[in-house]
């Protein structure tokens, strides 16, 4: 599976990929994730980056939901 970072203007600023394996799969979904897009996490209203392996449950962050 792959974890992204996201930056203030919704874009993959870093994907790690968690797999054991360098297969041509496991390549062709960085190759993906890295051309998402996403509308940034916003803090007090204000865009912000939003990285899930350093996210902190205490925060509380907008995702449009």
Do not use: C, N
């Amino acid at each position: 599976w792959v974890e992204v970072t996201v930056d203030e203007r919704g874009q993959v600023a870093q994907v790690r990929l968690h797999s054991t394996d360098a297969s041509l799969s496991d390549r062709m979904m960085v190759a993906a994730a890295k051309a998402w897009q996403f509308q940034p996490a916003l803090k007090d209203g204000r865009p912000v980056r939003f990285d899930p392996g350093e996210a902190r449950s205490s925060e509380v962050l907008d995702f449009g939901h």
